[in-house]
């Protein structure tokens, strides 16, 4: 699969099944370090994501037909996370996964870019977002593409660090 075979749009009414399987099977690897307990909320919001909250995009990477990768992007970190005292007034990514099949490609890279060019139209010029040390993979990547880290928007789920990240939308940043 070469990424001129991806289409990257917005996720439709009818896309919710597949959705949500494809946005599960991603995060399915974490089953195996989180408690039971705490594996079994986390995949119950994962499954409820599609229908609570207001983001202002929920984008799709498909091949084929089949949804290989998604990502939310919510408009402030009271629409995210319902906490307005993070004071994130701007985008913020939640939810990035990629099929486990479709890993090692760019996915998640064509869908961080389309939340930049969006974040970009609506005027805003900083995308956030949150990620844990479980998730390296996704640090290295967020790193590699300009993300720093937003000490200011760390927060806690339970006893885990949740990291906050930013990325400023100067020219570098627009070009990914």
Same mark, same amino acid.
Do not use: C
């Given at each position: ?17 597949? +959705? ?53 992007? +919510? ?14 007034? %701007? ?32 005027? !805003?010029?900083?995308? %956030? ?17 300009? +993300? ?16 906050? +990240?930013?990325?400023?939308? %100067?020219?570098? !940043?627009?070009?990914?």
């Amino acid at each position: 699969m070469s990424t001129d075979e991806i289409v990257i749009r917005d996720a439709s009414e009818d896309d919710h099944v597949s +959705f949500i399987e494809s946005l599960v099977s991603a995060y399915r690897q974490y089953a195996e370090v989180l408690p039971g307990p705490v594996w079994e909320q986390y995949e119950s919001g994962l499954r409820a994501s599609f229908y609570e909250g207001k983001p202002i995009a929920r984008i799709v990477a498909v091949s084929k037909g089949d949804i290989i990768g998604s990502l939310q992007l +919510f408009a402030s970190s009271e629409e995210a996370y319902g906490q307005p005292e993070l004071g994130i007034h %701007n985008p913020i990514i939640r939810y990035l996964a990629v099929s486990p099949k479709a890993r090692g490609k760019g996915i998640a890279t064509l869908l961080i870019r389309e939340a930049i060019k969006r974040t970009h139209t609506i005027g !805003a010029g900083r995308l %956030n977002l949150h990620t844990s040390d479980m998730m390296a993979s996704a640090v290295q990547l967020y790193e590699r593409l300009g +993300f720093e880290r937003a000490y200011e928007t760390d927060l806690y789920s339970g006893e885990v660090l949740v990291k906050g +990240f930013r990325l400023e939308l %100067n020219e570098a !940043a627009l070009r990914l």
